[in-house]
């Protein structure tokens, strides 16, 4: 599997992003995909993630109740709708998948590039 993060871009504060990861290989309803982000000088973060075959969504309590992780089966496909954003979410966002849910990076595989969010306050 391959992943490829988009969507990123700037935006100001208060503002929203929808940012996409796209799967070329087949995701078994048992992978977990994940969200997470680094910031300059700082470690990669998880953010969110989903449980494929059931839809259940998992969240970093920083962002809970402003960013919704969801899926598109027919598309193969992660998003991450993120809103009222904050300087404080600017990073370097990269999509993961695991077979158990986990919020260590370690833990996840497959890795693409990420995509750059950047809030000007």
């Known amino acids: 599997v391959q992943l490829q993060a988009s969507g990123g871009g700037l935006v100001q504060s208060g503002g929203s992003l929808r940012l996409s990861c796209a799967a070329s290989?087949?995701?078994?309803?048992?992978?977990?995909m994940g969200w997470f982000r680094q910031a300059p000088g700082k470690e990669r973060e998880f953010v969110a993630a989903?449980?494929?075959?059931?839809?259940?969504?998992y969240y970093a309590d920083s962002v809970k109740g402003r960013f919704t992780i969801s899926k598109d089966g027919a598309k193969n496909t992660v998003n991450l709708q993120m809103n009222s954003l904050t300087p404080e979410d600017t990073a370097v966002y990269y999509c993961?998948?695991?077979?158990?849910?986990?919020?260590?990076?370690?833990?996840?595989?497959?890795w693409g590039q990420g995509t750059l969010v950047t809030v000007s306050s």
């Open positions: 290989g087949r995701i078994f309803s048992s992978s977990i």
């Open positions: 993961g998948k695991t077979t158990s849910y986990s919020t260590h990076q370690t833990d996840y595989g497959f």
């Open positions: 989903i449980r494929w075959g059931v839809g259940r969504t």
